[in-house]
């Protein structure tokens, strides 16, 4: 791992007219790190995400990536939302294709990088098939595929895994960090389960209520695979819980 | 009401099958029995897609299964039963009525005159956390709200046995913890025979005197677990969360 940053955001800040939702948030996410992100419900979490992604302009603030300023033109950013989107209209293989061939990658790299997802995330039986044949778990894997295939800059998920039932949620958890493990990606993970968040992080950042700074940081330094009724995995649960319980 | 201690809803033996276009027969719900006695919290668990909903449905009367018998108090099943009520995933609010019409409205249907129904009603919608929000209407509402008053609603209209097919489904996972702890806050208040149907074993658990565990499609009854956590239960306990351990081993993966 290493300890160069790749993401660095410098006081962020966000209002929609007066609604102060964000508030001079600042960090950096080093290269390959597994960031989460937790905060109560309705604390701007996917504001956040949004100006990450620069779906909208912060109010002041900015986002380098390399050292520059975030700018999808130039920098490889990735998505993946709680609603799969894979392209209804193209197979699970020209699904994993399509962000590849968007920027142009030669036709021997797209082959061998699909192959590789495809491998990994056990798509074979449903290479050639489309999105509506699938259930919604493995149209999820495919748009997580889809996004690792591209080795974004960054690769933001806002809660992707919202509503599987805890059983799925951890297959597919552990999926993401095979391909996180495989890749050296960078990840932004935002989700409102905290117990997801553990499993998951090798970092949290807990964000307050509106508007939004980041209250504490919290270092996740647990062997994986993560045993969710470890002791220490509950102490470090039960620390965020209480950090943000409003419930 | 003969069996006040007893055995409320006893399921035997059911199936169900449904038939493709093509007449292809796919068996979801395959011999499926299990009682529910009386005032009990009981919890239908199993993964995505299995038949629940349908298991539920032929319990309320609102399908027709294919084999087996559904005893209600000892009688047949064969209709909708007004001693059943039903909370659904999606709430089915009433979008141009506010939160007491949409409350009121079980009672309001059988004739119920409005001093009485109102009084009922505002109770629930106390108990339920939303006074105050009487006139709102379902779009001034957030997603856990409105679920409370789906609560309400099925609350007031007293029914017998309150059957409720993954509530809270659609919330986020904050927002499902305040509202298990709301129905366990209820429960504890008001006793009732409940059913109550997820795919969630944490929530399974945080709330059930009992657990069925449903196999993946065709359903069929796996395991039946008494769950004799003191409550107020919390989540983090070494016991919870050893329970979980074992009942999501035992759990199949739908992917």
Redesign the interface.
């Known amino acids: 791992m290493s300890n160069k940053n790749k993401i660095e955001v410098k006081n962020l800040t966000k209002y929609f007219d007066k609604l102060h939702v964000l508030d001079d948030v600042s960090f950096n996410v080093r290269k390959g790190e597994f960031l989460c992100v937790v905060g109560?419900?309705g604390c701007g979490k996917t504001t956040f995400l949004n100006l990450l992604t620069r779906l909208i302009p912060p109010t002041s603030g900015d986002l380098f990536i390399d050292g520059t300023p975030a700018d999808p033109k130039v920098h490889n950013l990735a998505f993946v939302f709680q609603e799969p989107s894979a392209m209804p209209w193209l197979t699970v293989e020209k699904n994993l294709e399509f962000g590849l061939k968007i920027k142009g990658m030669p036709k021997d790299v797209i082959k061998e990088r699909v192959e590789r997802i495809i491998k990994l995330l056990g798509l074979e039986e449903f290479r050639n098939k489309y999105p509506h044949l699938l259930?919604?778990?493995?149209e999820q894997r495919t748009v997580v595929g889809r996004a690792f295939a591209i080795f974004p800059d960054l690769l933001l998920m806002d809660?992707p895994y919202?509503?599987?039932?805890?059983?799925?949620r951890y297959?597919l958890e552990d999926e993401v960090i095979k391909l996180w493990k495989e890749f050296d990606s960078t990840v932004v993970f935002i989700?409102?389960?905290?117990e997801?968040a553990v499993y998951l992080a090798e970092r949290i950042l807990i964000l307050s209520n509106k508007p939004a700074t980041i209250k504490e940081e919290v270092i996740v330094d647990l062997p994986r695979p993560r045993d969710?009724?470890d002791?220490k995995f509950?102490e470090i649960?039960?620390h965020i819980?209480e950090q943000?319980k409003?419930? | 009401m003969e069996q006040k201690t007893g055995v409320r809803l006893s399921v035997n033996n059911i199936y169900k099958t449904f038939y493709s276009k093509s007449d292809e027969p796919h068996l979801v719900v395959d011999n499926v029995s299990f009682k529910v006695k009386e005032n009990e919290f009981l919890v239908i668990l199993g993964?995505?897609?299995c038949g629940k909903t349908v298991i539920l449905n032929m319990i309320s009367g609102l399908m027709e299964r294919d084999n087996g018998d559904i005893e209600l108090d000892g009688e047949n099943v064969t209709s909708p039963n007004p001693k059943m009520g039903m909370v659904f995933q999606k709430m089915g609010l009433m979008p141009w009525k506010t939160v007491m019409e949409n409350v009121e409205i079980g009672p309001k249907m059988r004739g119920v005159n409005t001093k009485e129904r109102r009084e009922k009603a505002a109770y629930y919608i106390n108990l339920v956390g939303l006074g105050g929000f009487e006139k709102s209407y379902p779009h001034q509402l957030s997603g856990g709200m409105k679920q409370r008053v789906g609560i309400a609603r099925a609350y007031t209209n007293d029914p017998e046995i309150l059957i409720m097919d993954e509530p809270f489904?659609?919330l986020?996972?904050?927002?499902r913890?305040?509202m298990q702890?709301e129905v366990a806050r209820i429960t504890s208040q008001e006793k009732r025979t409940i059913i109550f149907v997820t795919?969630?074993?944490?929530e399974a658990l945080y709330l059930g005197d009992r657990v069925i565990l449903l196999a993946e499609c065709p359903a069929r009854v796996k395991e039946i677990y008494n769950i004799e956590l003191q409550r107020p239960r919390d989540m983090?306990a070494?016991m919870f969360?050893?329970l979980?351990?074992e009942i999501?081993n035992n759990?199949d993966?739908?992917?």
């Open positions: 109560p419900t259930s919604v778990s493995s809660e919202g509503q599987m039932d805890i059983k799925m297959y989700t409102h389960n905290i997801e969710f009724t002791p509950t649960r039960r819980t943000i409003w419930w | 993964p995505g897609n489904g659609q986020d996972a904050q927002t913890y305040n702890n795919n969630n074993i944490e983090i070494p969360l050893k979980r351990k999501s759990t993966l739908a992917l």
